[in-house]
């Protein structure tokens, strides 16, 4: 089982979130370290600035929900899935996967949150 930390249209109410069902949910959660969040109609994760802790939820996932989902993001030529420390909202810490987008791509939300517009 893989721990998954999603932020964007993977996220419960958005449009992706198909893709987890049968997924175990953890907790929403922050990343422990600092990134930009750039956002389109979609949001991208940027890793090379230091602006916000991200905020989303954390999933408990098979390897062939995450095989799905590395389809969907395009993974690793689009995005890139990487490990990283988040939060859960107790406090408890957890290594996580999580979607990285290589490039800056649209306008930066200082929030760190992608939200319903």
Known sequence: MHKLFVYGTLKKG???HHFLKGA???GK???KHKYALYETSIPYA????????IRGELYEV??????KIDLLEGHPH??????VPV???NGEEVFAWIYFYPRK?????????FQPR
């Open 105 to 113: 791509r649209g306008k930066l939300n200082p929030s760190g949150e």
């Open 62 to 67: 098979d390897t062939q929900t995450i095989r």
């Open 14 to 16: 958005f449009s992706n």
């Open 29 to 31: 959660a922050i990343t």
């Open 24 to 26: 175990k949910f953890l």
């Open 46 to 53: 940027y890793p090379y600035e230091k602006v916000s802790p």
């Open 78 to 83: 689009a995005y890139r899935r990487e490990e």
């Open 87 to 89: 939060l859960l909202e």
